[in-house]
């Protein structure tokens, strides 16, 4: 059984001819606007459902081990900030040159 693909005939159906036909344009636009609506509302619906039952998408894996360092170095900033901030407060004893 072969199955051939006539795009002149095709091509001639979509033309415009001699008569314009805006409404079958914009059933065509809105057809096509609706149909992707509705496969970004399942796959978006999809992704809920996997997510929700506890599952992964995409096939990378995560490494068991987590580098804190990083973390430590930032904490490490706040601390020192935090006592500057004390120091500024307790330590520190300003003069008011305007007197």
């Avoid at 149909?35 to 992704?47: I, P």
């Avoid at 809920?48 to 430590?72: C, M, N, Q």
């Amino acid at each position: 059984m072969k199955i051939s693909l006539n795009t002149k005939a095709l091509l001639k159906h979509l033309s415009y001819g001699e008569h314009i036909r805006p409404a079958r344009d914009w059933f065509t636009l809105l057809s096509v606007a609706v149909f992707l609506s509705a496969c970004s509302l399942a796959w978006n619906l999809w992704l809920l459902h996997t997510v929700k039952s506890g599952g992964v998408i995409g096939s990378e894996t995560v490494d068991a081990t987590f580098d804190t360092r990083p973390i430590e170095s930032v904490q490490g900033v706040f601390e020192e900030r935090r006592n500057e901030e004390l120091r500024f407060t307790q330590e520190y004893r300003f003069v008011d040159p305007s007197r």
